[in-house]
């Protein structure tokens, strides 16, 4: 039983004859006629009885017509839902973005889309990098905005732009000069994204120069979201870790002192998707926007290379 089968059965039982159901099908009479025998065949019923002047359903085309009915208009609007997404007036744009996002512009983008695509649903997914990375490799999310490095097994990545990381402080002698690991090896640390912890992609750069440099980095204290450390550091109980986009975007930032790091730490911001994956229009049209806000919103596009020859 194929849907071309319950098609050409539907038209003939609603308009009484071979020939008409043909006219609205675009097709031969002779290629409806077969079609309906072919599904008699492979179930050993007879479908309609067929009269001199009109087709008369059976008992058997009576019980058939209402399934093939439901399944009829089931395929098409699945065909129309498909259909939408690919013309983006419908369907949904599914992003995963960094937890600090909105730091880069993205919440700007989400109305730059509605008032383009009026139609299309948006759903950004707000993670730790190595969550959103996590989602897309599963095929959870379509693609994602991430902080490098992450496991990048399975995934396409192009990175979008850097942006500095720097040492904060309420207290202006700390931050006079850039600090080295060692510095940070004995500073009180107040750091963000407490879930993630040392998988979290700025950490982890963090962790590797620390390895190298023979020491370790304990925080003192540990939330999850960066205003609350920020707030803390203004307060005095201790020092941290920021990009310069987060930092610029904070309100109340007086208090806060910045120097680089010694040597220079940068967070390269990289979109990501599955191999092999195409994208939906829509999560393609909401990450080109996002590309746009995360250039926009950070210090350093990254431009990719020429190719020399």
Known sequence: MTLTQLRAFLEAARRGSFTAAAGVLDMSQASVSELIRRLEDEYDVQLFIRGR???VLTAAGQELLDHASATVSAADTASRALRSVQTLSGGVATLGVLRNADFYLLSGLVEQFCESHPA??????????????????????EAGVVVLPIDAEGLVVTPWARDEVVFVSADP???????????????????YDAHAGWRDPTR??????????????????????????????????GDSIVSRAVLASLPNRADLHAVALDPPLYDTIAFIRRESVPLSSATREIAR???????QGSAQPVRRRRRSG
């Open 204 to 237: 982890r750069q963090l962790a590797d120069r620390a390895n190298l440099a023979g020491v370790k980095l304990d925080p003192w204290i540990e939330v999850e979201h960066v205003e609350t450390a920020m707030n803390l550091v203004s307060r005095g109980l």
């Open 53 to 55: 002047r009109r087709l």
């Open 173 to 191: 002698s700390r931050a006079a000069e850039p600090p080295t690991i060692t510095d940070l090896a004995g500073t009180r640390l107040v750091l």
């Open 289 to 295: 926007l996002a590309h746009t806000a995360v250039q």
């Open 120 to 141: 299309v649903r948006v759903r950004l997914i707000g993670q730790n990098s190595v969550d959103v990375a996590a989602a897309v490799a599963e095929g959870s999310l």
